[in-house]
């Protein structure tokens, strides 16, 4: 793993982005070891100053020199950035934690979701990657339920916010909504459609099955996380007009029955879950409440009449938390340990 | 079915709503004999007036007198109101089309999507039930699909808008975004929850299995107009900041193999089906830009490889046309035919 040190020197490139921002909080919240910060970004947001532990920090910019001493390097970029610069921090002798779809589904490169599949950090080779945001939130939430029942497959269409974008698609919904609110044309700069007071049925490039990138992710690196490649999964992912927090509409079939009041149970003792769920008294997890949580949000537990093993559900978590920075910091929290 | 006759008296109750307003509009879009129109309301929109043809009319108090001639008269009020006033109308010889939940599942009431199941109308008593918007969206879209290779289980998950609530349901999305962009407190009034910026797994109240009323009804509703019990139906319905439109999110499984270019080629000669899919192309419907359409719009055509014979869609239609009024004209339109 690393080398024990009472402190360690941490990198976070995209250091200015939403996840960026996100990852200075969550490193000072959690206390992780931190001897040294070395903020990266590109050439724009080259001498931004962030705040961590109450002093300003100067943002440099992001090359191949960077990692020098660096142990570990948390990346929010791009793929295309990811592949350019993560060799460099690997060489350097940093372990990278990357937020990208890059190495994702390497074989050689783990992709850990803490609560799901710990072990595999031990394998890495350097990289280790970060799940796409939509799927760690599923993820945290089903494994309990497949360790218990065996799920045969998943049918889930996602509510995502554009925080997930990072803060252009943040300004984007903010700004399209204000100019419709003032009867203004919208300009449309960083979704392929308008955002604001719209859904749109695509997230990431077509295919040429006619999915996208974002659902085969979620196809691909569930069955990785989960370990299993026999979990059948049929993905529709879509882009809805909230700033912070992924829902999903989640319908699962195990092998064994469950009852709702069974998944309750399970799911009231896994790690990081909350299950949030009394909906005649209006209790069910939403984006607004769940963002700036740790945990993973689950409600609307019922059973599915269509099949003889079926169960719908409702989960939330915040996609800039549990779905990026905090994810990577738990898996830094198990590589220091 | 009604007398023959040139022309009709027709009454709208309801009239100065949402859906009550695009009803005078599309009796006058597809010059639907109209002889005398009686526009109809509680007591607080009680002299309002509406255009109909260039001509303002006053809008009268609903009651049980309001019905004296009425040919034909078509109901958007609360399913309260029409259990209260519907048997007035049909007393006074009226047939009531009834775009509440009222009678939709009343065995002696045929629920009817006209390119659905036109033969039933010959079948009613007085009154005809208008299905669930979100419910004739899908049934329009499924049906083709339903005979061409028998769908033996369909998972959807709506995205439905806020004119689903009719015009408060409008102003107060509105209201909300407007208070959150000026840092005021949001007011909750119509919804259970906040709904600007935020997505309401919460449509109509809940019932002791877990359910919400309108995911009951689009499970129930879907078999009788189908007219096939054997369907499985699992439904998710949820509201998001939108203003029209209804999207869904549907997957089927279907006992005959169907490729996605089948459904496409039986989708494109379906009656008021229009297949807008050419995904790389960013061709997919919207919400945006299928307010004000009659017809319904498909789009996402993908083989689902999580099972042998499976089908995702992405379905949108005008909640307030084809979901509502549009729906109920046609009906009549096949009562006078």
Redesign the interface.
Known sequence: MLDKKNAYVVAVAGATGAAGREMVEILEERNFPVAELVLLASERSEGERLEFKGKNRTVKRLSRESFKGVDIAFFFVDAARSLEFAPAGVQSGAVVIDNSSAFCMDPKVPLVVPEVNPHAIAGHSGIIANPDCSTIGMAVALKPIHDAARIK???V?T?QSVSGTGKKGMDE??QQ??AL?NFKDVAINVY???IA??????IGD?LD????MEEMNMVNETKKIMEDDSI???V?T?R????RCH?E?V?IETDKKMS?NDVRAILSTAPSVIVYDD??K?I?P???DVAGKDEVYV?????????AN?I?L?IVSDNLRKGSALNAVQIAEHLVR
Chains 1, 2 share one sequence.
């Not at 007071?197 to 695509?202: A, Q, Y």
């Not at 809805?240 to 700033?243: E, K």
């Open positions: 497959r998943i049918v269409t509510f919904l903010a909504t204000v609110l392929p459609q308008q007071f719209n859904c749109l049925p695509h077509f099955n006619g999915y996208t059948r999964v049929a529709t879509v809805v007009p909230v700033f829902s509409s319908n709702s909906p005649k209006n069910y939403l984006a607004i409600g609307r537990i019922r059973e599915d009449e269509s099949i079926g719908n409702w």
